[in-house]
């Protein structure tokens, strides 16, 4: 069953992906076929089999030979992994997770996402909790919602934080305490530079690293 789910998340890291591009991009989620994003050849279907094809082509396109992103394999590794910690009581935060995840993948690129990801995960996050607490959570995501395009200078971006609020939910204070101390560590050890950038990745490394880590 792990090796089953292993598969099955492998191929969802490579959708997610594919998913994401083709959002950046504004291309059709169906259409056209999945192809190099060089060249635009069309891929055969033995050049996308998760994790092995990238693999078996060095991370290169067979024909036009440009580099293939690494985060196609780290991304398609890493839910691979992840579903295999599948269990019934876990499927909505691994959902809400796997959610984050392909937000992250158009966050890290144009620090935006589409805006039907926040109530997705919002509602997943909702599901079978106590009246006090759904009323808190909706009402501190309306705040964020509203308050955010009347702030001309946000130091955060409103998405960090509906995922901020969703993570609380699912897994309490303590656990977020020690989420979001790992996230802006890392943030801290790679970001060189002053400029506004995408956090959102950060806290979805966090996020899989402490999930993973048990």
Excluded: K, N
């Excluded at 292993?6 to 169906?30: K, N, Q, W």
């Amino acid at each position: 069953m792990m090796f089953i789910l292993f598969i099955y998340g492998a191929c969802l890291g490579s959708f997610l992906v594919a998913m994401a591009d083709r959002y950046v991009t504004g291309e059709s989620p169906l259409f056209p076929p999945s192809h190099c994003v060089t060249c635009s050849t069309r891929l055969a279907p033995w050049q996308m089999v998760p994790i092995l094809s990238y693999l078996f082509l060095r991370g290169r396109c067979a024909y036009c030979q440009a580099i293939i992103s690494p985060t196609i394999l780290l991304m398609e590794g890493t839910t691979a992994l992840l579903l295999t910690t599948w269990t019934p009581t876990l499927t909505l935060p691994l959902l809400w997770l796997i959610l984050w995840a392909f937000a992250a993948l158009s966050d890290v690129q144009t620090q935006a996402f589409p805006g039907w990801l926040s109530w997705a995960t919002l509602s997943i996050s909702l599901i079978g909790q106590p009246w006090p607490t759904i009323l808190f959570v909706a009402s501190l995501f309306g705040l964020v919602r509203w308050l955010w395009p009347h702030w001309s200078h946000p130091r955060i971006g409103d998405g960090d934080l509906e995922m901020m609020i969703g993570y609380w939910v699912f897994f309490g204070s303590l656990s977020m305490a020690h989420w979001l101390l790992l996230a802006c560590s890392l943030a801290l050890l790679t970001i060189r530079t002053p400029a506004r950038f995408a956090f959102l990745p950060y806290l979805l490394i966090s996020a899989l690293i402490w999930w993973l880590w048990p």
